[in-house]
């Protein structure tokens, strides 16, 4: 059975805590304009490909965070066949998001399904709460967590798969890690409406780009010369 979770600390020399928590970047996917009715993926299901938003349907693109497919081998119906994907409010599976009312599901994706952050160069830590569903799932099956290309959780997959991935469901848990930098990128392969993986409280913190701490500096300058 394989359930990797990395949970660790970092610290960086001549950097206070205050500049080591600064928030980059986070989500819990609260936007109501991003709920709808089911997703239909208009794309070629047997080619990897970007998802996109469509008019009356959940949301799979949300601010920084971009949906991709990836096909399996022999490639299926994909999200092609209408799919509970993207942002959500449906509480059937997980009694209560891990915060606030709405979250992001995958499931039934009849392939892997992907959602991916913009790359952070100054990130050094990474949090994001999952929920798997409950149900059976086959060794193939798989959820697997990334940040800049270093794997911080694997789980299914394996030959012991299945079971590894039930028994990791039915409960929020936290993936936290230290991190140097890149993109969060969080995957999920299914073939069953059941299978579903439900992802909230994204959160990355670490060091602004030079860019945004000059502007804070300028700011923080020109404050001053007004209070005078």
């Known amino acids: 059975m394989r359930v990797t979770m ?27 304009d991003a709920l709808g009715g089911k997703y239909y993926d208009t794309g070629d299901a047997n080619v990897a490909h970007d998802l996109v938003n469509n008019a009356g349907e959940a949301w799979v693109d949300v601010d920084g965070m971009d949906a991709g497919y990836i096909p399996f081998d022999p490639p299926g119906v994909g999200l092609t066949d209408g799919d509970y994907v993207g942002v ?15 979250g992001y599901q995958m499931s039934d994706t009849d392939g892997v ?4 952050s913009a790359d952070f160069a100054g990130a050094t830590s990474v949090s994001l709460a999952l929920f798997i569903a409950d149900t059976g799932y086959e060794d193939t099956d798989y959820v697997q967590v990334f940040f800049g290309g ?14 590894a991935l039930e028994a990791a469901a039915g409960s929020w848990f936290e993936v936290t890690g230290a991190v140097a930098g890149g993109a969060l990128e969080i995957y999920f392969a299914s073939n069953s409406g059941s299978e579903a993986l439900f992802i909230d409280a994204i959160v990355i913190e670490g060091i602004p780009a030079p860019g945004a701490l000059a502007l804070l500096a300028v700011a ?5 010369r007004r209070r005078r």
């Open 6 to 32: 990395l949970v660790a600390t970092t610290a960086v020399l001549g950097l206070s805590a205050g500049a080591l928590g600064d928030v980059l970047y986070s989500n819990s996917f609260e936007n109501t």
């Open 88 to 102: 959500t409010n449906y509480t059937g599976s997980v009694g209560a998001f891990y915060d606030g009312d709405q």
């Open 113 to 116: 399904m992907s959602l991916s």
């Open 220 to 224: 923080g300058f020109a404050g001053r």
């Open 150 to 163: 270093v794997e911080l959780l694997s789980i299914g997959g394996t030959d012991d798969g299945g079971a």
